[in-house]
Protein backbone atom coordinates (compact mmCIF):
# COMPACT_ATOMS: atom_id res chain seq x y z
CA UNK A 1 0.00 0.00 0.00
CA UNK A 2 2.66 2.36 0.93
CA UNK A 3 4.75 1.78 -2.09
CA UNK A 4 1.57 2.31 -4.54
CA UNK A 5 1.13 5.82 -2.47
CA UNK A 6 4.69 6.49 -3.01
CA UNK A 7 4.85 5.20 -6.61
CA UNK A 8 1.65 7.44 -7.29
CA UNK A 9 3.04 10.36 -5.41
CA UNK A 10 6.36 10.04 -7.54
CA UNK A 11 4.54 9.68 -10.88
CA UNK A 12 2.20 12.65 -10.32
CA UNK A 13 5.16 14.93 -8.79
CA UNK A 14 6.70 14.41 -12.00
CA UNK A 15 3.47 14.89 -14.31
CA UNK A 16 3.57 18.25 -12.26
CA UNK A 17 7.49 19.31 -12.73
CA UNK A 18 6.91 19.47 -16.58
CA UNK A 19 4.80 22.52 -16.37
CA UNK A 20 8.17 23.85 -15.79
CA UNK A 21 7.70 22.81 -19.74
CA UNK A 22 5.18 25.80 -20.51
CA UNK A 23 7.43 28.94 -19.74
CA UNK A 24 10.62 27.61 -22.30
CA UNK A 25 7.87 26.73 -25.29
CA UNK A 26 6.49 30.62 -24.29
CA UNK A 27 9.54 31.95 -23.92
CA UNK A 28 11.29 30.27 -27.09
CA UNK A 29 8.21 30.83 -29.25
CA UNK A 30 8.12 34.66 -28.51
CA UNK A 31 11.99 34.84 -29.44
CA UNK A 32 11.57 33.18 -33.13
CA UNK A 33 8.91 34.92 -33.75
CA UNK A 34 10.70 38.20 -33.19
CA UNK A 35 13.89 36.80 -34.83
CA UNK A 36 11.25 36.10 -37.85
CA UNK A 37 10.62 39.81 -37.53
CA UNK A 38 14.03 40.75 -37.59
CA UNK A 39 14.62 38.29 -40.54
CA UNK A 40 11.62 39.56 -42.31
CA UNK A 41 12.91 43.23 -41.36
CA UNK A 42 16.29 42.23 -42.98
CA UNK A 43 16.81 39.52 -44.63
CA UNK A 44 20.41 39.31 -45.64
CA UNK A 45 21.20 38.70 -41.38
CA UNK A 46 19.33 35.82 -41.66
CA UNK A 47 22.24 33.74 -40.68
CA UNK A 48 23.34 35.44 -37.95
CA UNK A 49 19.61 35.94 -36.73
CA UNK A 50 19.12 32.31 -36.79
CA UNK A 51 22.69 31.39 -34.72
CA UNK A 52 22.21 34.01 -31.90
CA UNK A 53 18.37 32.91 -31.72
CA UNK A 54 19.17 29.00 -31.15
CA UNK A 55 21.68 30.21 -28.47
CA UNK A 56 19.27 32.06 -26.98
CA UNK A 57 16.68 29.24 -27.73
CA UNK A 58 18.92 26.90 -26.04
CA UNK A 59 19.49 29.10 -22.78
CA UNK A 60 15.85 29.61 -22.37
CA UNK A 61 15.56 26.00 -22.27
CA UNK A 62 17.20 24.82 -19.55
CA UNK A 63 14.96 25.85 -17.03
CA UNK A 64 12.15 23.33 -19.13
CA UNK A 65 15.39 20.87 -18.67
CA UNK A 66 15.99 21.31 -15.19
CA UNK A 67 11.92 20.66 -14.47
CA UNK A 68 12.58 17.79 -17.10
CA UNK A 69 15.54 16.33 -14.53
CA UNK A 70 13.28 17.23 -11.61
CA UNK A 71 10.96 14.79 -13.67
CA UNK A 72 13.33 12.40 -14.09
CA UNK A 73 14.57 12.05 -10.83
CA UNK A 74 10.92 11.42 -9.48
CA UNK A 75 10.51 8.62 -11.68
CA UNK A 76 14.16 6.65 -12.12
CA UNK A 77 15.56 7.71 -8.66
CA UNK A 78 13.01 8.69 -6.04
CA UNK A 79 10.66 5.42 -5.95
CA UNK A 80 14.11 3.52 -4.91
CA UNK A 81 15.48 5.94 -2.43
CA UNK A 82 12.26 6.13 -0.39
CA UNK A 83 10.91 2.52 -0.76
CA UNK A 84 14.47 1.25 0.16
CA UNK A 85 13.74 3.21 3.31
CA UNK A 86 10.46 1.38 4.25
CA UNK B 1 18.26 -9.87 -18.52
CA UNK B 2 21.24 -7.82 -18.86
CA UNK B 3 22.87 -5.62 -15.71
CA UNK B 4 22.46 -2.02 -16.77
CA UNK B 5 22.91 1.58 -15.18
CA UNK B 6 20.22 3.46 -13.59
CA UNK B 7 18.69 5.70 -16.52
CA UNK B 8 19.90 8.96 -14.11
CA UNK B 9 22.62 8.23 -12.40
CA UNK B 10 26.57 9.61 -11.55
CA UNK B 11 29.69 7.57 -11.37
CA UNK B 12 32.55 9.70 -10.83
CA UNK B 13 34.70 6.93 -12.50
CA UNK B 14 32.68 7.48 -15.89
CA UNK B 15 33.02 11.62 -15.43
CA UNK B 16 36.73 11.04 -15.10
CA UNK B 17 36.54 8.38 -18.30
CA UNK B 18 34.70 11.22 -20.31
CA UNK B 19 37.15 13.81 -19.45
CA UNK B 20 39.68 11.64 -20.11
CA UNK B 21 38.52 10.22 -23.81
CA UNK B 22 37.90 14.35 -24.70
CA UNK B 23 40.98 14.77 -23.65
CA UNK B 24 42.65 12.01 -25.92
CA UNK B 25 40.76 12.67 -28.54
CA UNK B 26 41.70 16.28 -28.49
CA UNK B 27 45.36 15.28 -28.36
CA UNK B 28 44.26 12.76 -31.40
CA UNK B 29 42.95 15.37 -33.43
CA UNK B 30 45.19 17.91 -32.91
CA UNK B 31 48.54 15.55 -33.87
CA UNK B 32 46.17 13.82 -36.55
CA UNK B 33 44.29 16.42 -38.07
CA UNK B 34 44.88 19.96 -37.15
CA UNK B 35 48.34 19.86 -37.04
CA UNK B 36 49.12 18.47 -40.49
CA UNK B 37 46.53 20.28 -42.70
CA UNK B 38 47.75 23.77 -40.26
CA UNK B 39 51.22 22.66 -41.46
CA UNK B 40 49.82 22.68 -45.31
CA UNK B 41 48.26 25.92 -45.12
CA UNK B 42 50.79 27.20 -43.40
CA UNK B 43 53.49 26.36 -45.97
CA UNK B 44 50.54 27.05 -48.58
CA UNK B 45 50.24 30.63 -47.37
CA UNK B 46 54.22 30.68 -47.55
CA UNK B 47 54.44 29.79 -50.91
CA UNK B 48 51.55 32.10 -52.25
CA UNK B 49 53.90 34.64 -50.11
CA UNK B 50 56.96 33.41 -52.05
CA UNK B 51 54.95 33.79 -55.36
CA UNK B 52 54.19 37.48 -54.19
CA UNK B 53 57.54 38.14 -53.21
CA UNK B 54 58.93 36.84 -56.17
CA UNK B 55 55.88 38.64 -58.58
CA UNK B 56 57.01 42.21 -56.66
CA UNK B 57 60.64 41.51 -56.83
CA UNK B 58 60.37 40.75 -60.53
CA UNK B 59 57.78 44.17 -60.85
CA UNK B 60 60.10 45.88 -59.21
CA UNK B 61 63.16 44.84 -61.88
CA UNK B 62 61.22 45.69 -64.68
CA UNK B 63 60.58 49.41 -63.09
CA UNK B 64 64.23 50.05 -62.78
CA UNK B 65 65.10 48.01 -66.62
CA UNK B 66 62.13 50.52 -67.43
CA UNK B 67 63.58 53.52 -65.73
CA UNK B 68 66.94 52.65 -67.44
CA UNK B 69 65.53 52.67 -70.87
CA UNK B 70 63.79 55.38 -70.42
CA UNK B 71 67.01 57.03 -69.48
CA UNK B 72 68.65 56.10 -72.05
CA UNK B 73 65.55 56.99 -74.18
CA UNK B 74 66.10 60.43 -72.81
CA UNK B 75 69.77 60.54 -73.28
CA UNK B 76 69.10 59.76 -76.92
CA UNK B 77 66.46 62.05 -77.27
CA UNK B 78 69.03 64.80 -76.31
CA UNK B 79 71.78 63.83 -78.70
CA UNK B 80 69.64 63.89 -81.42
CA UNK B 81 67.89 67.39 -79.90
CA UNK B 82 71.32 68.34 -79.85
CA UNK B 83 72.47 66.78 -83.20
CA UNK B 84 69.42 68.35 -84.82
CA UNK B 85 70.31 72.03 -83.18
CA UNK B 86 73.74 71.45 -84.78
CA UNK B 87 72.75 70.97 -87.47
CA UNK B 88 70.12 73.47 -88.06
CA UNK B 89 72.99 75.69 -86.80
CA UNK B 90 75.14 74.85 -89.66
CA UNK B 91 72.60 75.24 -91.44
CA UNK B 92 71.65 78.50 -90.54
CA UNK B 93 74.90 80.03 -90.68
CA UNK B 94 75.02 78.26 -94.17
CA UNK B 95 71.78 80.13 -95.72
CA UNK B 96 73.19 83.18 -93.34
CA UNK B 97 76.62 83.04 -95.64
CA UNK B 98 74.92 82.39 -98.60
CA UNK B 99 72.43 85.25 -98.12
CA UNK B 100 74.85 87.29 -97.15
CA UNK B 101 77.57 86.27 -100.04
CA UNK B 102 74.16 86.62 -102.12
CA UNK B 103 73.80 90.08 -100.96
CA UNK B 104 77.09 90.47 -101.34
CA UNK B 105 77.30 90.14 -104.82
CA UNK B 106 74.00 91.46 -105.91
CA UNK B 107 75.44 94.68 -104.14
CA UNK B 108 78.67 94.63 -105.91
CA UNK B 109 76.82 94.19 -109.66
CA UNK B 110 74.71 97.27 -108.48
CA UNK B 111 77.81 99.34 -107.81
CA UNK B 112 78.90 98.19 -110.95
CA UNK B 113 76.12 98.67 -112.99
CA UNK B 114 75.62 101.92 -111.43
CA UNK B 115 79.20 103.11 -112.31
CA UNK B 116 78.82 101.59 -115.97
CA UNK B 117 75.35 103.79 -115.82
CA UNK B 118 77.38 107.02 -115.07
CA UNK B 119 80.15 105.97 -117.08
CA UNK B 120 77.60 105.76 -120.06
CA UNK B 121 75.50 109.29 -119.12
CA UNK B 122 79.15 110.57 -119.14
CA UNK B 123 79.90 109.36 -122.66
CA UNK B 124 76.45 110.49 -123.55
CA UNK B 125 76.97 113.55 -122.01
CA UNK B 126 80.47 114.26 -123.36
CA UNK B 127 79.11 113.69 -126.80
CA UNK B 128 76.07 115.83 -126.35
CA UNK B 129 78.57 118.21 -125.43
CA UNK B 130 81.01 117.97 -128.40
CA UNK B 131 77.62 117.61 -130.67
CA UNK B 132 76.30 121.01 -129.04
CA UNK B 133 79.95 122.74 -129.46
CA UNK B 134 80.09 121.87 -132.85
CA UNK B 135 76.34 122.71 -133.85
CA UNK B 136 76.99 125.70 -131.60
CA UNK B 137 80.25 126.47 -133.57
CA UNK B 138 78.45 126.20 -136.87
CA UNK B 139 75.55 128.41 -135.76
CA UNK B 140 77.60 130.53 -134.77
CA UNK B 141 79.32 131.17 -137.42
CA UNK B 142 76.29 130.89 -139.44
CA UNK B 143 75.60 133.95 -137.53
CA UNK B 144 78.47 136.11 -137.08
CA UNK B 145 80.44 134.65 -140.30
CA UNK B 146 83.97 135.16 -139.93
CA UNK B 147 83.73 137.39 -136.89
CA UNK B 148 84.20 135.44 -134.18
CA UNK B 149 87.87 133.82 -133.55
CA UNK B 150 87.31 130.56 -132.77
CA UNK B 151 90.40 130.88 -130.64
CA UNK B 152 89.23 133.64 -128.52
CA UNK B 153 85.49 132.93 -127.96
CA UNK B 154 86.10 128.85 -127.39
CA UNK B 155 86.23 129.79 -123.99
CA UNK B 156 83.05 131.54 -123.50
CA UNK B 157 81.38 129.19 -125.08
CA UNK B 158 82.60 125.94 -123.44
CA UNK B 159 80.95 128.16 -120.18
CA UNK B 160 77.59 128.34 -121.73
CA UNK B 161 77.64 124.67 -123.04
CA UNK B 162 79.26 123.81 -119.34
CA UNK B 163 76.06 125.49 -117.94
CA UNK B 164 74.07 123.81 -120.75
CA UNK B 165 75.62 120.63 -119.57
CA UNK B 166 75.02 120.76 -116.20
CA UNK B 167 71.41 121.70 -116.89
CA UNK B 168 70.99 118.29 -119.39
CA UNK C 1 3.54 -5.09 -21.64
CA UNK C 2 6.35 -3.81 -19.79
CA UNK C 3 8.42 -1.04 -20.52
CA UNK C 4 11.51 -0.64 -19.04
CA UNK C 5 13.50 2.98 -19.40
CA UNK C 6 17.39 1.98 -18.30
CA UNK C 7 20.59 3.87 -18.71
CA UNK C 8 24.06 2.39 -20.35
CA UNK C 9 24.55 -1.72 -20.08
CA UNK C 10 27.46 -2.56 -17.33
CA UNK C 11 29.84 -4.97 -19.53
CA UNK C 12 32.83 -5.11 -16.43
CA UNK C 13 32.77 -4.30 -12.57
CA UNK C 14 36.35 -3.18 -11.86
CA UNK C 15 37.57 -2.42 -8.84
CA UNK C 16 37.32 0.39 -6.95
CA UNK C 17 33.65 1.23 -8.48
CA UNK C 18 34.96 1.48 -11.86
CA UNK C 19 32.77 0.82 -14.59
CA UNK C 20 32.83 -0.35 -17.98
CA UNK C 21 29.60 0.79 -19.81
CA UNK C 22 28.14 0.65 -23.02
CA UNK C 23 28.91 4.06 -22.62
CA UNK C 24 32.57 4.03 -22.20
CA UNK C 25 32.57 1.18 -24.93
CA UNK C 26 30.49 3.12 -27.90
CA UNK C 27 32.81 6.22 -26.86
CA UNK C 28 35.94 4.22 -27.61
CA UNK C 29 34.05 3.03 -30.95
CA UNK C 30 33.40 6.65 -31.65
CA UNK C 31 37.17 7.54 -30.84
CA UNK C 32 38.40 5.18 -32.73
CA UNK C 33 36.36 6.24 -35.94
CA UNK C 34 37.10 9.84 -35.20
CA UNK C 35 40.49 8.89 -35.26
CA UNK C 36 40.86 6.82 -38.03
CA UNK C 37 38.88 9.18 -40.35
CA UNK C 38 41.40 11.93 -39.45
CA UNK C 39 44.54 9.69 -40.42
CA UNK C 40 42.54 8.75 -43.40
CA UNK C 41 41.95 12.52 -43.94
CA UNK C 42 45.39 13.79 -43.53
CA UNK C 43 47.49 11.00 -44.91
CA UNK C 44 49.26 11.99 -48.37
CA UNK C 45 48.72 16.07 -48.27
CA UNK C 46 49.89 18.07 -50.85
CA UNK C 47 50.54 21.94 -51.15
CA UNK C 48 48.49 21.97 -54.24
CA UNK C 49 45.17 20.45 -53.45
CA UNK C 50 45.13 17.24 -54.68
CA UNK C 51 41.38 15.08 -54.74
CA UNK C 52 38.03 15.81 -52.31
CA UNK C 53 39.66 13.91 -49.29
CA UNK C 54 42.08 16.99 -48.84
CA UNK C 55 39.47 19.78 -50.03
CA UNK C 56 37.30 17.88 -47.30
CA UNK C 57 40.11 18.32 -44.53
CA UNK C 58 41.31 21.40 -44.91
CA UNK C 59 37.47 22.89 -45.09
CA UNK C 60 36.85 21.27 -41.48
CA UNK C 61 40.04 22.45 -40.05
CA UNK C 62 39.34 26.07 -41.64
CA UNK C 63 35.67 26.25 -39.79
CA UNK C 64 37.02 24.98 -36.67
CA UNK C 65 39.33 27.97 -37.20
CA UNK C 66 36.83 30.69 -37.59
CA UNK C 67 34.79 29.55 -35.72
CA UNK C 68 37.37 30.13 -32.84
CA UNK C 69 38.90 33.25 -34.10
CA UNK C 70 35.42 35.02 -35.10
CA UNK C 71 33.84 33.89 -31.93
CA UNK C 72 36.83 34.26 -29.65
CA UNK C 73 39.68 36.36 -30.67
CA UNK C 74 42.96 35.64 -33.02
CA UNK C 75 44.83 34.64 -29.19
CA UNK C 76 42.38 31.80 -28.77
CA UNK C 77 43.64 29.89 -31.79
CA UNK C 78 45.03 26.89 -30.22
CA UNK C 79 41.94 26.13 -28.86
CA UNK C 80 40.68 25.20 -32.56
CA UNK C 81 41.55 21.48 -32.21
CA UNK C 82 39.70 21.13 -28.64
CA UNK C 83 36.56 22.36 -29.75
CA UNK C 84 36.93 20.31 -33.22
CA UNK C 85 37.26 17.52 -31.13
CA UNK C 86 34.14 18.27 -28.25
CA UNK C 87 32.00 19.03 -31.51
CA UNK C 88 32.78 15.57 -33.19
CA UNK C 89 33.12 13.65 -30.18
CA UNK C 90 29.58 15.06 -28.47
CA UNK C 91 27.90 15.18 -32.12
CA UNK C 92 28.89 11.36 -33.46
CA UNK C 93 28.19 10.20 -29.78
CA UNK C 94 24.60 11.81 -29.95
CA UNK C 95 24.47 10.74 -33.64
CA UNK C 96 25.11 7.24 -33.01
CA UNK C 97 21.42 6.45 -31.55
CA UNK C 98 20.87 6.58 -35.39
CA UNK C 99 23.02 3.09 -35.57
CA UNK C 100 21.43 1.44 -32.75
CA UNK C 101 24.03 2.20 -30.16
CA UNK C 102 23.68 3.74 -27.07
CA UNK C 103 24.47 7.19 -27.60
CA UNK C 104 26.99 8.22 -24.78
CA UNK C 105 25.63 11.49 -24.37
CA UNK C 106 22.12 10.00 -23.30
CA UNK C 107 24.55 9.53 -19.81
CA UNK C 108 25.12 12.06 -17.77
CA UNK C 109 28.51 11.13 -16.51
CA UNK C 110 29.79 11.73 -20.02
CA UNK C 111 27.91 15.14 -20.51
CA UNK C 112 29.38 15.94 -17.24
CA UNK C 113 32.31 15.48 -18.03
CA UNK C 114 32.57 17.63 -21.01
CA UNK C 115 31.11 20.01 -18.94
CA UNK C 116 33.30 19.91 -16.12
CA UNK C 117 36.55 20.13 -18.89
CA UNK C 118 34.69 23.31 -19.88
CA UNK C 119 34.18 24.53 -15.90
CA UNK C 120 37.98 24.22 -15.88
CA UNK C 121 38.58 25.96 -18.60
CA UNK C 122 36.18 28.63 -17.55
CA UNK C 123 37.87 29.09 -13.92
CA UNK C 124 41.34 29.16 -15.17
CA UNK C 125 40.26 32.13 -17.47
CA UNK C 126 38.61 33.77 -14.70
CA UNK C 127 41.24 33.29 -12.20
CA UNK C 128 43.93 34.41 -14.97
CA UNK C 129 41.88 37.49 -15.59
CA UNK C 130 40.91 38.35 -12.50
CA UNK C 131 43.98 37.25 -10.17
CA UNK C 132 42.27 35.19 -7.10
CA UNK C 133 41.94 38.09 -4.70
CA UNK C 134 40.00 39.58 -7.53
CA UNK C 135 38.01 36.67 -8.21
CA UNK C 136 36.91 36.27 -4.54
CA UNK C 137 36.13 40.00 -4.24
CA UNK C 138 34.03 39.37 -7.16
CA UNK C 139 31.89 36.89 -5.67
CA UNK C 140 30.58 39.03 -2.89
CA UNK C 141 28.95 41.64 -5.61
CA UNK C 142 27.25 43.62 -4.56
CA UNK C 143 26.85 42.38 -1.16
CA UNK C 144 28.26 39.96 0.58
CA UNK C 145 25.17 38.13 1.45
CA UNK C 146 24.95 37.14 -1.82
CA UNK C 147 28.21 35.30 -1.64
CA UNK C 148 26.80 31.82 -1.73
CA UNK C 149 24.06 32.74 -4.34
CA UNK C 150 27.17 33.55 -6.43
CA UNK C 151 28.73 30.18 -5.62
CA UNK C 152 25.80 28.29 -6.87
CA UNK C 153 25.56 30.69 -9.81
CA UNK C 154 29.72 29.56 -9.84
CA UNK C 155 28.64 25.68 -10.66
CA UNK C 156 25.06 26.20 -12.46
CA UNK C 157 26.70 27.57 -15.76
CA UNK C 158 28.56 23.73 -15.81
CA UNK C 159 25.71 21.84 -14.67
CA UNK C 160 23.27 23.61 -17.08
CA UNK C 161 25.39 22.71 -19.84
CA UNK C 162 25.39 19.17 -18.88
CA UNK C 163 22.06 18.44 -18.00
CA UNK C 164 21.02 20.51 -21.55
CA UNK C 165 22.76 17.76 -23.62
CA UNK C 166 21.57 14.72 -21.14
CA UNK C 167 18.17 16.02 -21.40
CA UNK C 168 17.30 16.67 -24.94
CA UNK C 169 19.35 13.50 -26.55
CA UNK C 170 18.18 11.12 -22.99
CA UNK C 171 14.63 12.73 -23.64
CA UNK C 172 15.11 11.67 -27.67
CA UNK C 173 15.77 7.88 -26.17
CA UNK C 174 12.98 7.82 -24.12
CA UNK C 175 10.32 9.37 -25.73
CA UNK C 176 11.26 6.44 -29.12
CA UNK C 177 11.84 3.83 -26.83
CA UNK C 178 8.22 4.47 -25.15
CA UNK C 179 6.85 5.20 -28.89
CA UNK C 180 8.12 1.76 -29.79
CA UNK C 181 6.95 0.09 -26.78
CA UNK C 182 3.65 1.80 -27.76
CA UNK C 183 3.17 0.95 -31.17
CA UNK C 184 4.25 -2.63 -30.32
CA UNK C 185 1.37 -2.98 -28.46
CA UNK C 186 -0.96 -1.15 -30.66
CA UNK C 187 0.38 -3.11 -33.56
CA UNK C 188 -0.15 -6.44 -31.75
CA UNK C 189 -3.68 -5.11 -30.82
CA UNK C 190 -4.63 -4.14 -34.15
CA UNK C 191 -3.04 -7.45 -35.81
CA UNK C 192 -3.68 -10.25 -33.15
CA UNK C 193 -6.29 -11.70 -36.04
CA UNK C 194 -3.35 -12.63 -38.23
CA UNK C 195 -2.44 -16.07 -38.25
CA UNK C 196 0.60 -17.16 -35.88
CA UNK C 197 3.89 -15.48 -36.12
CA UNK C 198 2.70 -12.96 -38.30
CA UNK C 199 0.62 -11.55 -35.47
CA UNK C 200 3.86 -10.60 -33.18
CA UNK C 201 5.88 -8.91 -36.45
CA UNK C 202 5.55 -5.02 -34.91
CA UNK C 203 4.63 -3.80 -38.42
CA UNK C 204 2.91 -0.25 -36.75
CA UNK C 205 6.18 0.15 -36.07
CA UNK C 206 7.70 1.05 -38.96
CA UNK C 207 6.58 4.78 -40.07
CA UNK C 208 6.63 6.87 -37.11
CA UNK C 209 9.98 6.50 -35.37
CA UNK C 210 11.72 7.35 -38.62
CA UNK C 211 10.06 10.77 -38.13
CA UNK C 212 10.67 11.43 -34.19
CA UNK C 213 14.38 9.99 -35.39
CA UNK C 214 14.85 12.79 -37.44
CA UNK C 215 13.91 15.19 -34.79
CA UNK C 216 15.59 13.71 -31.97
CA UNK C 217 18.52 12.36 -33.19
CA UNK C 218 19.57 14.37 -36.17
CA UNK C 219 18.28 17.79 -35.50
CA UNK C 220 18.67 17.70 -31.87
CA UNK C 221 22.13 15.85 -31.98
CA UNK C 222 23.50 18.75 -34.25
CA UNK C 223 21.96 21.96 -32.52
CA UNK C 224 22.83 20.38 -28.51
CA UNK C 225 26.26 19.61 -29.98
CA UNK C 226 26.71 23.05 -31.79
CA UNK C 227 25.73 24.95 -28.58
CA UNK C 228 27.44 22.86 -26.65
CA UNK C 229 30.74 24.05 -28.43
CA UNK C 230 29.32 28.00 -28.88
CA UNK C 231 28.61 28.17 -24.87
CA UNK C 232 32.37 26.75 -23.75
CA UNK C 233 33.41 29.51 -26.56
CA UNK C 234 31.76 32.09 -25.52
CA UNK C 235 32.09 31.87 -21.99
CA UNK C 236 35.43 31.16 -21.91
CA UNK C 237 35.86 34.32 -24.38
CA UNK C 238 33.88 36.23 -21.91
CA UNK C 239 36.05 35.10 -18.63
CA UNK C 240 39.51 35.87 -20.54
CA UNK C 241 38.16 39.34 -22.49
CA UNK C 242 36.36 41.02 -19.09
CA UNK C 243 39.09 43.21 -16.77
Not at chain 2, 62 to 84: F, P, Q, S
Not at chain 3, 196 to 203: C, D, E, W
Amino acid sequence: MEKAIIMAACALGAGISMFGGIGPGIGEGYAVGKACEAIGRQPETKGDVTTTMLMGCAVAETTGLYSLIIAMLLIFVAPGLFIGKL
Amino acid sequence: MPETLEFLSVNIWSVLMAIGNLLILFLIVKKFLFKPVNDILEKRAEEVDHIYSDAEQMRSEAKANKNIYEEKLKNVKTETDLMIKAATERAENRSEEIIKEATLEAENRKRKAEADILLAKKKAVDDIKDNIVEMVIDLAQQVVEKEINEDVHENLIDDAIEKLGERV
Amino acid sequence: MNVEITGARIFLRLPFGILITETQVNMWIIMLVIALLCKWLTHNLKIKPAGKRQVVAEYLVTMANNFVVTNMGKSFKSFAPFIGALFTLSLLCSLSGLFGLYPPTADLNTTLGFATVTFVLIMYYKLKTNGLKGYLKGLAEPIPVLAPFNIIGEFSTPISMAIRMFGNISTGVVISTLVYAALAWLSSVVLQWLPGALASIPILQLGLPAILSIYFDLFSSVLQSFIFCMLTVLYIAQEAKSE
